[in-house]
């Protein structure tokens, strides 16, 4: 089974940083591409940054600038580097990827959710 695992969360002053890392381990046969989402109190889960196993990067609008994924040597870890957070920021910040598992199609795969609170 496939499982992917967040930490890095934690609570800081507008204008600070965090760095969020994830890795995901199992019976994997290919990481497809990994990124993270995120999901404020009232609202719906978004989109914040992807990258795919070429290296390709998408970020959502609002983070543009200020946030930056990147693929660690170990290729089963994906990084969240945070600056210049915002109150708007605050979220539960979950790390996701498409992965093909042996004997499998590819699927998408979510950690538990790390907590980002920014205070203003």
């Known amino acids: 089974q496939v499982q992917l695992a967040e930490s890095g969360g934690g609570s800081v002053q507008a204008g600070g940083s965090l760095r969020l890392s994830c890795a995901a381990s199992g019976s994997i046969f290919r990481i497809n591409a990994m990124g993270w989402h995120r999901q404020a109190p009232g609202k719906q889960r978004e989109m914040v940054a992807r990258i795919t196993s070429g290296g390709s990067t998408n970020y959502a609008d609002p983070v543009k600038g200020r946030f930056t994924i990147s693929r660690g040597s170990a290729r089963n870890t994906v990084y969240l580097q945070m600056n210049s957070l915002k109150p708007e920021d605050t979220a539960v910040y979950y790390c996701?990827?498409?992965?093909?598992?042996?004997?499998?199609?590819?699927?998408?795969?979510w950690g538990q959710g790390t907590q980002v609170t920014v205070s203003s």
């Open positions: 996701g990827a498409d992965i093909t598992a042996w004997g499998t199609s590819s699927d998408d795969y």
